[in-house]
Structure formats: C-alpha cells, structure tokens
C-alpha cells in the first residue's frame, strides 16, 4: 500500500493515458470500420452496389489482418506508424497499431448487423425513389444502430484489452503501470490496483453502451 500512494500521481496519469489512447483509437477505428463495415455490405452479392472484385478485395484484407495477435501486430505496424505518425514507438504509435487493428475488427461487427436489417425495409425505401447514398445513410444505419452501439460497446472493452499492452513498444496506460511497477516488482497492491481501474472503465462503458442501444432500440 506504501508503495502505490508513492506511484500515485503517475497511477492517475497512466490511467489518463488509457482513456486517452483507448478515446482515440475507438474514434478513429471506430469510424474507419463503420467505413469498411459499409462497404463489405454494400458490396457483396446482392447488395445496394454489388460489385463482386471489390467486394473480394474487401473480404480478403480483412480476413488477412483480423487473426493477427496485438502483440505482434504492433512490431508489423511500426514501420507503417513511423510513415504516418513519424514514429514506431511511444502512445502514437500505440494509438496507430490500434486505430488500424480496431478498423478490421469494427468492420465485421458493422457488416453482420447491418445483413440483419430486414430487406424490405431497404427495398421499400428504394420504391420510394431514395438513392442509395441516402438509404445507407437514412435508413440502414438508422436501422441496425441498436445492435450497432453494442458492438461498439463490445469493441471498446477489446480495445482497453489490447491498450494494456502499450508497454511492449513504450506506451503508457494502466496496463504498462501494472506491468512495470506491479509484476516485475512483485508489487500484487499495484497490480491490483491497476485492475480495478481497468474493470471500472470497462463497467462504466458497458454501462453507458447498454443504455444507448436501449435508447436506439426503443425509438
């Protein structure tokens, strides 16, 4: 106990690194796979712009990238990271390995709900003259937006998950504090601690994305 009211102040920050690495990285993959997730549906057989190569393309790269382990990932990404964000290593880089990864996840997530959204309702839209942009836009998103806000909610605690490995490529966060200064120092007060924040912020926002998809599911 002595020894985390010594580690307090950088406890608090390496939990405002979480939130901060994990706010990002749902926000920018997030929309990124809402962007892939769209185009894997609107492109396969059947869909509101059908195009079998594209749709293939599609499928491919994000069945190539989904299976890979985070951890190693991260060590494939860094070149990438230091193209785009000018450095392989630290909380940018961090941020980056999870932007792209949440992307492929996000999309899958995003494609299987919106197969969920009754045909009709799209084919009933299209009768009544709307172009496809505007569909997508104002009925098939609307309509899958319930169960679309629970796949997010679930696509931020996988994300927390991963953050936790941030130390592996100098990145902060909770889950590097708990490493660093809680098992190596075999320190289980800190470890712990670390834990239970991890498991308030996981609570808190599966709490919130509950309420939200009861909220769209209720309109």
Do not use: C
């Not at 990285?25 to 492109?43: D, I, K, P, S």
């Not at 899958?144 to 953050?163: N, R, W």
């Amino acid at each position: 106990m002595d020894r985390l009211q010594e580690l307090q102040s950088l406890f608090w920050h390496s939990t405002w690194e979480t939130l901060y690495i994990v706010g990002f990285a749902l926000v920018l993959g997030g929309l990124g796979g809402l962007l892939l997730g769209v185009a894997l549906y609107v492109t396969r057989r059947g869909g509101l712009l059908a195009n079998a190569p594209v749709s293939f393309v599609l499928n491919v790269i994000v069945n190539f990238f989904r299976p890979i382990p985070f951890i190693i990932f991260i060590a494939a990404a860094q070149p990438a990271a230091r193209a785009v964000v000018g450095i392989g290593i630290g909380n940018k880089a961090i941020i980056f390995a999870l932007v792209v990864a949440a992307s492929f996840g996000i999309s899958r997530i995003v494609e299987q709900n919106l197969v969920s959204v009754p045909t009709g309702v799209l084919e009933a839209a299209r009768a009544m003259g709307a172009g496809r942009l505007r569909i997508i836009r104002t009925v098939l998103i609307p309509e899958a937006l319930g169960p679309l806000i629970l796949g997010y909610t679930f696509a931020f605690v996988a994300i927390v998950d991963m953050s936790a490995v941030a130390g592996v490529i100098g990145g902060g966060g909770i889950g590097n504090f708990a490493i660093v200064y809680g098992y190596t120092q075999y320190n289980p007060t800190v470890t712990w601690a670390a834990v239970l924040v991890i498991v308030v912020i996981v609570q808190l926002g599966q709490f919130a994305g509950n309420a939200l998809a009861r909220k769209a599911l209720r309109r």
